[in-house]
């Protein structure tokens, strides 16, 4: 509860009402646009990963090995490698939140040697896609709400969430709920963008999940040199796909050059973060 006698209330109050008034704008549009992306996608792999990416900008960094097929996705996936190398999934339970259509579920149970992966989302024809396109040893798909999680505690030894947060409404539920289904010592690998005034925000939420702040890192950059090499493939699928009076909101939705997102992103207006939090091991 806010402490009015706190000499900054008045500013935290702001920011709050900033981060909340985001959400209710955000999550409405999202959960649509990804129903009709499904809609106009039933059958192909043509965008089976809906994130903005990561593209390194240090020469040293180590990128993965992709196949053809998956080359098209490769910064969708270099975002999933950022965030789940750290969190050492080999021979674990992992659960993702908020998986979407399900193409980085299904690369990690390929690819990275997870002993289970389960993967959720809020979008029932989401959850269908990824069941009747993704079949792979190992991996299933669910419907699961972010912020009621129906499994039972200390299921899990890494939860991955990764850019659909923002649109969360009870954010301090959510996180009790990813502590909750942890098991003693797990990871929790989440990233995700806010606007600039609400990161203090989204701190103090972490700071007060119960889970310990291992890694905190502004890829900003990174996400955005990724949208700026991606653009013109989403574009092209949004012009042969999508009506023309829903083209300007589905151009907005994928970050595209010349949109809101794009240059909130350039300018900062619009900052992503990665963490790595741990629950702790007597809990």
Known sequence: MTDP???????????????ALFRVIRRPMVLIQYAYVNKLDRESNEF??????Y???DPMEPV?????DEEKDRCAIQLYHRLVLLAHIEGKDVLEIGCGRGGGAAYMARHLAPKSVTAVDVVKSSVRFCNRYHTVPGLRFEFGDAENLHFPDNTYDVVLNIESSHCYTHPGRFLAGVRRVLRPGGLFAFADFRIAPALPIL???LGSSGMEVLEEE???ANVHAALTRDSE???EFILKYVPVSRQ???LEFAGVEGTTIFEGFRTGTLVYKRYLLRKPTGS
């Open 55 to 57: 593209v390194p900008l």
């Open 64 to 68: 993965p090995e992709l196949s053809p």
């Open 48 to 53: 089976t990963f809906m994130n903005y990416g």
């Open 248 to 250: 300007p909101q589905f």
């Open 233 to 235: 493939r989403r574009k």
């Open 218 to 220: 502004d890829v900003t």
């Open 5 to 19: 006698k706190s000499p900054n209330w008045k500013q935290r109050l702001g920011k709050k009402f900033i981060s």
């Open 203 to 205: 701190s103090e939420q």
